[in-house]
């Protein structure tokens, strides 16, 4: 056993030289996630449903870090091998995967419709697993690489109207451990984050509904909403040679939330 406690520094934490492949990496936390890993020294590789990323593009490149993005669907099989494709055409490797692209769309179980639900399942996990495997398979070359996933509140709760990303956000979890069983003996990493309330564009008809705000701030020891970049840090510790030994698990940033 390794017990020389002076080999530990900063540097650590430190990306630099670093490849990562951001999905939904333009926008609310996706950019949160993709600027703290420039800021830690990576080169982006960012995955958009759309081309709204000139913003993000520019806060990467004010880091002195390299930015590329790719246009495309994440349900479609054959959109999940070009991003691996053209991430190693571009950059040679890939070291970070960040699980981020996901939708959630509300409506009573009741009146849940079949074609909602496999909507939210193709993209908040059959795209996170189909794209592990397919990155798994270049970081087993390497013998070296992170994945992380990004959970929810609702992979420990069951929520209400929302079933299908009830079910995924579970579900995320369990690929999360079941990666890392498989991937740990190869020098991979494979954890998630799971966010608490986040205030962004997505949340803002949640938080503009005064009564719905309340109820969440009570139960929220922190008494506040997250911001953007309060997820920041986390990203880069698990994509760092400082979470080397953390494997299969999923941590909770919410202000306090589950503990309440």
Not at 89 to 115: F, M, Q
Request: hydrophobic residues 45%.
């Amino acid at each position: 056993m390794d017990n020389n406690l002076q080999d530990f520094s900063l540097d650590y934490f430190s990306l630099t030289g670093k490849v990562a492949i951001v999905t939904g990496g333009n926008t609310g936390l996706g950019q949160g996630y993709a600027v703290a890993l420039a800021k830690a020294g990576a080169d982006l590789f960012i995955v958009t449903y759309d081309d709204a990323w000139a913003e993000t593009k520019e806060l990467i490149e004010n880091e002195g870090r390299r930015a590329e993005f790719l246009q495309g669907d994440l349900t479609d099989r054959s959109f999940v091998k070009q991003v691996v494709t053209t991430c190693i055409e571009i950059y040679g490797k890939i070291d970070i995967l960040v699980n981020n692209a996901g939708t959630i769309r509300r409506a009573p179980l009741l009146e849940y419709k079949p074609e909602d639900w496999d909507a939210v399942m193709e993209i908040n996990l059959n795209s996170v697993y189909f794209l592990s495997q397919e990155v798994a398979k270049v970081m087993v070359e390497q013998k070296s690489g992170k994945i992380i996933n990004i959970g929810s509140m609702l992979s420990f709760q069951g929520g209400k109207f929302i079933p299908p990303y009830t079910a995924s956000k579970h579900a995320v979890a369990g690929i999360t451990k079941s990666f890392a069983n498989e991937l740990a003996e190869y020098g991979i990493q494979i954890n998630a984050i799971a966010p608490g309330y986040v205030a962004t564009a997505n949340t803002a008809p949640i938080r503009a509904d005064e009564k719905r705000n309340a109820e969440i701030l009570s139960r929220i020891p922190a008494n506040r909403w997250a911001a953007p970049k309060d997820l920041m840090g986390i990203v880069v510790f698990l994509s760092s040679r400082a979470s080397d030994y953390m494997n299969g698990h999923m941590l909770v940033v919410d202000g306090g939330w589950l503990a309440r």
